[in-house]
């Protein structure tokens, strides 16, 4: 398994006023990505001069903010089975999921930290 992105998500029922921070500090809305399938969200990707990425992920129906590690892979599978000989679980109303474009889960650590396992889909160049 190879780690591609590495940052800081943050998960709430309300982004605008956390994108809005960000962008006092300097960072810019890369794109966004708007689902409703399994799940209602809207992941704002920011990027600052430096480099720097944070997602912001607006989920309606959460009741409180969250605050995860991005960890984008190359290999799902092999990740999700790493993490689990670790002794993460999946995130209670946070059910592994695929996307158009990516698939994802969020697991808990056995002391409480949260990762955003996730995994690009690349588009057929047929």
Known sequence: MKI???????????????I?????????QTHNKAENVDVEFSAHRMKDASGFHV????????????TAIRINVDNFEEAMEFFKSKGFR????????????SEYAYLVSPTGFIVDVCHHIKKSTE
């Open 4 to 18: 591609t992105t590495f940052n800081p998500s943050i998960i709430t029922k309300d982004a605008e006023a956390t």
């Open 20 to 28: 809005n921070l960000f962008k006092e500090l300097g960072f810019e």
């Open 55 to 66: 997602d912001v992920v607006e989920v309606p129906v959460i009741p409180q903010t969250y």
């Open 90 to 101: 999946e995130a209670r109303g946070f059910a592994p999921s695929t996307t158009a474009s």
